[in-house]
């Protein structure tokens, strides 16, 4: 039996499509007529009943009368209107090539104009001389706007103390101006209903036309050039004139779809609504008619060029260059050179910057030319500028003679402009008001800028500290362990939150984030979050330490940028105005505060995370973490102590290091003088007694030679290696393995690249790993940055790395005997080398059977997580008995098996075969919607890498 509602059951009746039709009706019957739905309908009529609904020209009982004959008085102060409209109207244009222009205005639109307003009894010569022309160049229109003087309308509706203005244009016919000025309202298109009475559309609320944001209520060019423009591009309303309504309201509200129906309820609702072709419907009640406008094409012949008084403004490049810095502010020095005899001949201009450059003699010659008396320092930095629209490589050679000039003529360097690095508010246009800022500081101080670079004014926030950061200090409890000082116990705080009461009461607790749920404070939210949420959660630091990084990044800016610096009482005016309105914003957002009285409810703990777990609180008892660190750095098969202090064995490293490299590579030690330093990531599975040990290798001296023999080897690996699974691997590897896996990846590459002691390998020392960054050779165009190594030297690299393992905790220094340390940038490329080599000769040695499989069999690999997708049929096949062995990759390397489908946080389902995603299971995994500067971060990496695994 079918279920209900598959199909409607009816009878055969003679009237239904199942039935005898013959023997019901054996003629014909009447052809079935269209049904109509009544929702729309219903809705409409109630919609036509609201009182707030704008009234169409056709409902109104008692239109506005015109009045059909002028008085002499009337008919001359229209005259004087119109004279003043056409005095307002003799100003120039300026181009988008900085040219002046005159536009003569149309007659009978001027005109027009002024009937409308005699018609409308709103004759004022102070209106007509606020009459103002907007040049459209793209479409070659002229806008014409002339003021109405009515007060303005109240906003619509609260939106919190916090208005947007928008200026919305709407075209309609000359007829229906006068009507709106006597009205002082727009109504609504002429909707209405049909024959029947039943309205045909939803009525409307508002008018139809063109919006744009304005920062007041005075008419702004870029709005009126923006609605115009708009309204011819989309074709809404191509009548000449309309009228100009400002309205002030919540922000607009846009809608991707739903016609104008849509349009017309949101207008309703919101006040102001965007169509996805950018038409707007505005609220007619709240909407003051501003202006009356009137838009018309001209030809060419009524355009007449300003003359220019100077001949510097005849010369070709002087308005492009100077598109951000105004010529009436330009230095003296600057103009000076602009209208040097030199740059008066366009050709010979572009002669001097090909020449420069060209890789010849000609180069040369006008290198001498350029560092001549003739040329100047500031000939050099126009035509610095200039050289910029030149290709690649003429560009670069160009570049690089100028700046020879300009180090000859002891001249500041012309650096790319530096972004201001500052932090972040919660004030209301903070970044506006930072960038009006700079704009300001640069043209008050535009008379140092003599390098014609115009600084930047984009804005880059910096990173707050996150709670791991401000609130984690399992460092300052390592340096105590270190130290050998005795642990308070802080068991007594964490009991009331433990789940899990310990049978031995002298066990030491520990607690989950997620355990502390009820706080009795006066912040519980801000605490939860700190508890339960994610330890990259961003905070606000306190205000003393937000202020002085506000003005170190001014300092920068100023200082990058060649600007003198700003003053302090600019900086303070600015912060006086943000901070109160940041400190009202700040609701739910984690502060400083909440980090040191949160640790105040738990003295003496230690604030950390586990292994696998880096986002997720743990708190421990200082007992139970000393027992940790002790029982991970205890192992002698790993660790041993050393009694050396930290600084004499950096000193000693960085000798020999220098004794070793230094003429062959001056690159290799970095800025860094500290030792590697270590902590420990406790694992729950060995009741958090014992741990993964970390050693960061950040301002370790020899990091620069770690990353570029990483990067070389990641590189080969892939080359030598074509048939490893995936890339990136890490475990605890012995050393020997390491040195005879070099000489096997040499061996294999042989038949690819010479392998010879004397080839040359340049890396690129860049962060990442792209291709190109490491190429065969000594030279490579691509590459602006490279490092040159010789295979004869990697080996004595790597050995080296595998004997710089010693590391600090606190005063104490340890040295890791087995292995790579986790932490240092060369190890995973090491570990990958070793366990690639493995799958290459496992791969070669059963070529023919794995030829034989199907497409939908896969092999992968994802670190330390293997995949294994094959017929059952395959198992017992020697290849895969091989390959699923627990020592396929040799001691120490042991596979385990997990027991579900679950691999990167994909279930894979297989009947029917598909990828299902685990989402987050807790709090700590995503970011909180209220850390600061947060942003969701998807699985976009991970999805790409499994459909490219599954759909090659």
Known sequence: EAPIMSYSIRSPTGETDDSDADAANPKSKAMPTFGQSTKWLDEWKEAAADPDRTLLPSEVEHPPKIPSTITRATDKLLKQFIDEMFRALQKPYTTS?????????????????????????????????????????????????????????????????????????????????????????????????????????????????????????????????????????????????GILGVIQGPQICKMEAGGNDALQRACKYHGISRGKDGACATNSAHSTVSYVMANHSFPTSDVTWASKSTADQKQFGTFSLWRKLRWKTTPSRVRDALRHPQFHHRAKLWTIIQDLGSNTLRRFEMERHIRSNDFGLQGCYFIRRLANNLGEPQKSYALNAIDRAITFWKGPRVHRPIPLRAPWLLAEQWSRKLRKLMTSHSHQVQYFNITLQAPSTSIVFTKYPSVMDSLCNFKDIASQWAAAEAPLCACEHLRPFSRLEPSDHTQHLYINGD????????????????????????????????????????????????????????????????????????????????????????????????????????????????????????????????????????????????????????????????????????????????????????????RPTLNCVAKLLYNLIALAFPHNLAKGFFTSVDTSRFVDSWYLTLRYLSSKMSTGPDEILSVNPKKGNTPGDVVKGRTCRTLNVTRKIYIRDIESIITMSLQMTQFSIGNKVFEQIRGSPMGSPLSPALCLMVVALSEEVWYRTFQTTLATLDLSSRLLRYVDNRLCLVNRSWLDDPAFTTFLHPMFYGEPIVLETEPDQEFLGFCIEFNPFALRYSPPRDRSQVMAPFSVLSHCTACTEMLAFLKKTFNP
């Open 97 to 241: 090539n900085k040219s002046s222009i005159f536009i003569k205005a149309d007659k009978t639109i001027v005109q027009n104009i002024g009937v409308a307003f005699a018609q409308a009894d709103l004759l004022d010569l102070t209106l007509a001389r606020g009459t103002r022309g907007y040049y459209i160049e793209r479409d070659q229109t002229l806008t014409i706007t002339t003021p109405t003087g009515f007060p303005r309308k109240p906003p619509f509706k609260d939106a919190g103390g916090v208005h947007h203005i928008y200026l919305t244009q709407h075209r309609t016919d000359w007829s229906n101006i006068p009507m709106i000025l006597k009205d002082q309202l727009c109504r609504p298109a002429s909707w209405g209903r049909d024959e029947r009475g039943i309205p045909k559309q939803f009525p409307s609320y508002g008018f139809f036309g063109y919006a744009a944001e304005m920062n007041g209520h005075d008419l702004e060019a870029y709005a009126v050039t923006l609605t115009s423009a708009n309204l011819n591009k989309i074709g809404k309303g191509l009548g000449p004139s």
């Open 515 to 702: 355990d502390i749920t009820h706080l009795h404070t006066k912040h519980p939210a801000a605490f939860v979050s700190i508890a339960t949420g994610s330890l990259q959660n961003k905070i606000f630091p306190p205000k003393k330490d937000i202020f002085d990084s506000l003005k170190e990044a001014f300092r920068v800016w100023t200082h990058k940028n060649r600007l003198p610096p700003m003053p302090l009482r600019i900086l303070e005016e600015i912060w006086n105005t943000a901070w109160p309105s940041h400190s009202t914003n700040l609701q739910q957002h984690i502060t400083h505060r909440d980090i040191v009285a949160f640790r105040k409810l738990f003295p003496h703990a230690v604030f950390h995370n586990e292994d696998k777990r880096a986002s997720s609180l743990r708190i421990y008892c200082p007992h139970l973490y000393y027992q940790c660190l002790t029982k991970t750095f205890s192992d002698p098969a790993i660790f041993r102590t050393l009694s050396d202090d930290p600084t004499t064995i950096v000193m000693n490293t960085v000798t020999k290091l220098q004794r070793r490299f230094r003429r062959q590579y001056p690159w290799a030690l970095g800025k860094g003088r500290d030792l590697p330093n270590a902590y420990v990531l406790p694992k729950r599975k060995k009741q958090f007694t014992q741990g993964r040990p970390i050693v960061s290798f950040v301002s370790a001296p020899f």
